[in-house]
């Protein structure tokens, strides 16, 4: 499964401090624990289940010592380096020198726009460089731009249906009244998809939506442009900026780790130049967004999103719908089972 071939956020990187953290991810049971060193801070993310007699290592704790970090199983003591998850110590018999194969099994794990990415096998074929590495978001990298962190999102719907609503404009006049969109002026431009090819994403530019209140400190409505990037089947980055010269840049990056076909947990990491609003009317201001979708996709049936992979697309679509089709067929392109149908 391709699923399995790419980088997903896990969790918040500021919930990994002293203490291991159990999480999951499509259905494998991980540790998150972190290592402070001299040349910084590493997360790691290994099998939760000690290879001696199997107990849960996030049960544990992180020892730091003149060795550098291990964990420490709950059980017997047994201790697992940093890095190759090897054993090097076992309480029991400390004058046993345990072998190679006495070691926790340890998956790739990142850093990047405060969330903690986890790839549980690496690649088979070659991927688009998009997919290498976990999704770009230029903003968070860069000092002009304050972000801020919001969620997790718990949801009981697939992440394609999720990431199919975040680049839905036509919805916002009846979901978003009064906020993102108006009954009366609910006539969206789609603006130009350009479909990658072979594996690569979609780029969607000059998308146009009318919003009486498109950020948290705007004063009135305008017309809004949008520049939509999906560069992973779980992820979209949003830039949206007034048309009519309006101070403010926001630039808002969806990202969503899959669990399961019909359940999904979301971040949004807001990326703002010029919102007076401080990071919590900035949070506020997305979760009341967000409260409005939820209803509504998480009542949209079936779950999960139909591509066409397996029963024909039970779904009629209007000239508004391009960029949600476009999104579709990415995800045929990619072969991506997961939440689709
Ligand atoms: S089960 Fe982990 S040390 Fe025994
Ligand atoms: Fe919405």
């Known amino acids: 499964m391709i699923e399995q071939q790419l980088w997903h956020p896990v969790t918040a990187s500021h919930q990994v401090r002293h203490e291991p953290v159990a999480c999951s991810l499509l259905g494998q049971p991980l540790v998150l624990w972190r290592e402070h060193s001299h040349d910084g801070s590493h997360v790691h993310a290994w099998v939760d289940r000690c290879p001696h007699r199997g107990a849960r290592l996030s049960l544990g704790r992180v020892l730091i010592g003149v060795h550098g970090a291990r964990l420490e199983c709950p059980y017997h003591g047994w201790q697992f380096a940093a890095g190759e998850g090897r054993c090097q110590h076992i309480p029991a018999a400390p004058d046993f020198v345990p072998p190679a194969a006495h070691r926790a099994t340890v998956f790739e794990a990142r850093e990047q726009h405060g969330l903690v990415w986890v790839r549980l096998h ?7 460089p998009d997919l290498a590495d976990p999704p770009a978001f230029a903003q968070s990298d860069d000092a002009t731009w304050r972000t801020v962190l919001c969620g997790p999102y718990e949801l009981n719907t697939s992440a394609p249906r999720l990431v199919e609503n975040f680049l839905d404009l036509s919805h916002f006049g009846f979901v978003h009244e009064g906020w993102l969109g108006e009954r009366g002026h609910a006539q969206v431009q789609t603006g130009v998809v350009e479909e990658g090819t072979g594996l690569a994403g979609l780029v969607v530019s000059d998308a146009r939506a009318w919003q009486p209140r498109a950020y948290a400190s705007a004063g009135e409505g305008t017309w809004i442009a949008y520049r939509y990037d999906v560069p992973h089947p779980f992820a979209a980055i949003l830039r949206k900026d007034a048309t009519q010269g309006d101070p403010v840049s926001n630039a808002i990056a969806l990202f969503i780790r899959p669990d399961g076909n019909e359940m999904c947990t979301a971040w949004f990491v807001m990326a703002t130049q010029g919102d007076t ?17 939820r209803p509504v996709v998480e009542s949209q049936r079936p779950r999960a999103l139909p591509v066409g992979r397996t029963v024909p697309v039970t779904e009629v679509h209007g000239p508004a719908d391009r960029v949600s089709s476009a999104y579709r067929r990415y995800l045929n392109r990619l072969g991506v089972v997961l939440g689709t149908c």
Do not use: G, H, R
């Open 122 to 128: 690496a690649p088979t074929n070659p991927l688009s």
């Open 277 to 293: 609003s401080s990071d919590k009317e900035l949070i506020d201001f997305q979760d009341a967004v967000f409260a409005q979708d």
